[in-house]
């Protein structure tokens, strides 16, 4: 974190601070929010969940987003909301300078910081601006193929009302696709039961992803917040084939890896930590926080399927995403035993 962050007099003066003013005082408490955050780093470019301006800002989240949507309009900067990451857009400018020589040490620390960030949509952007200004010499490009997501962050983002309409909307336009389809068939066909296929179950469960199933079955059901499924199991993805580079696991091992660091965080009543978007502890890799005082150190294989010893959750028999957890195995996974 940061010492200090520069917000210059112009904030409050210069053409994008009365726009900001304008649009009222959420847009400039989060502008000013984005330029001094404890998450802030000094090119500006940096991950900020949502659930972090809401919090930090005491605003509501439909407040945050609300200030959020003026500052990108107000062309003061641009956010991800695949990543979460947003990007201040003259930020670099303000905190380091306009211009550095070749051999200023700031020119290397520029790259190393950009070097760091995680992949988001901005990276190509970011170094076109400023490759020259900070004599930068490693580009880098998303790896994100999203459709219409920059269009997206320019027009700001949806509100929580919107979001609901739409996947309203997305149900039954599936619907009467459904309808539409069940209506095509012959009429002899109609009214027939269903020819018993004893290995459907399990044809079916061998052609499914197991880092699908691994998500639903375990990581969805173990704790947070239950919003935004789609963002957060595409973050579960891109995770899981980061960690696999490193641990070789299977998606269940990374998955009840981060269902047992999730328990424990809500078990210990770490603050909000029930209310947090799987897609943000998933994006900011929370499971390497530290620890609770007193929660033991959760290994990738601890509890595994298959492994030994008695496992804190089981899976149901009727095929939903739900888990069920055994408070008992928890505590004495806690105490260090492993006794039935």
Not at 204 to 225: H, K, M, T, Y
Request: charged content about 30%; some cysteine.
């Amino acid at each position: 974190m940061r010492d200090y962050g520069k917000v210059s007099p112009h904030f409050w003066i210069g053409r994008t601070g009365k726009e900001l003013r304008q649009a009222g005082p959420e847009s400039q408490l989060v502008a000013l929010y984005l330029l001094t955050s404890p998450h802030a780093n000094m090119i500006g470019l940096y991950y900020m969940p949502l659930a972090f301006l809401s919090h930090e800002t005491g605003l509501t989240m439909e407040g945050a987003k609300k200030g959020l949507n003026s500052a990108i309009k107000a062309g003061f900067c641009k956010y991800d909301e695949h990543s979460e990451m947003v990007w201040v857009i003259e930020m670099a400018t303000h905190q380091i300078g306009e211009a550095l020589k070749p051999g200023d040490k700031r020119c290397t620390g520029v790259q190393n910081e950009y070097n760091k960030i995680s992949d988001n949509l901005f990276l190509s952007e970011f170094y076109e601006k400023y490759s020259k200004q900070f004599n930068m010499t490693c580009p880098r490009s998303s790896e994100l193929q999203i459709p219409d997501v920059n269009e997206g962050a320019s027009k700001g983002l949806a509100s929580q009302e919107q979001e609901q309409e739409q996947e309203k909307e997305q149900d039954q336009t599936n619907l009467s696709d459904s309808n539409r389809t069940d209506g095509d068939k012959p009429d002899e066909s109609k009214g027939k039961p269903s020819q018993e296929k004893p290995d459907s179950e399990s044809d079916d469960a061998e052609g499914q992803d197991p880092v699908d199933v691994a998500f639903e079955n375990i990581f969805w059901g173990a704790g947070l917040r239950k919003d935004a499924k789609v963002k957060a199991k595409s973050a579960f993805r891109t995770k899981y084939r980061d960690w696999k580079k490193a641990n070789r696991g299977t998606p269940e091992n990374f998955a009840v890896m981060l269902a047992e660091d999730i328990s424990l965080r809500v078990k210990t009543q770490q603050m909000g930590f029930d209310k947090l978007l799987p897609a943000s502890y998933l994006n900011g890799e929370r499971w390497n926080d530290e620890k609770p005082n007193g929660a033991p150190q959760i290994s990738a294989s601890a509890n595994a399927i298959g492994g030994t010893g008695a496992s804190w959750f089981a899976k149901p028999s009727d095929g939903s995403a739900e888990v069920f957890i055994s408070q008992a195995a928890i505590d004495r996974m806690k105490r260090g035993a492993n006794r039935p």
